[in-house]
């Protein structure tokens, strides 16, 4: 029998991060539900994170609304989800807060 490739257990361990992340769990229990060794999950967790900073640098781009969409002044949030999680964010924010925020999920 073969043993699986190096991208195959790559491919296997990202699948593993990227479930983790949608489960809204803790890393321990994931790996026990997943019967995976937990300090083995954290590299691959971390080594995902340093795979997407090589990545696409984040950009944001500015956009004007019509104004029968958006009121005059800015009320409300933008909210951005992930899986099961979600987060609100206040639209009085700026640029370089909202670009430090998404900096740091990334």
Known sequence: MHSKSRKQRREEWLAHVRAWRLSGQTQTAYSRQHEINLPVLQYWI??????????????????????DVMPASPAGHL???????????PLHVTPQWLAALLRELA
């Open 46 to 67: 971390k080594r995902s994170r340093t795979t997407a900073e090589h990545s696409a640098p984040l950009t944001l781009v500015a956009t004007q609304a019509p104004a």
């Open 79 to 89: 909210t951005l989800e992930s899986g099961v999680q979600r987060l609100h964010i």
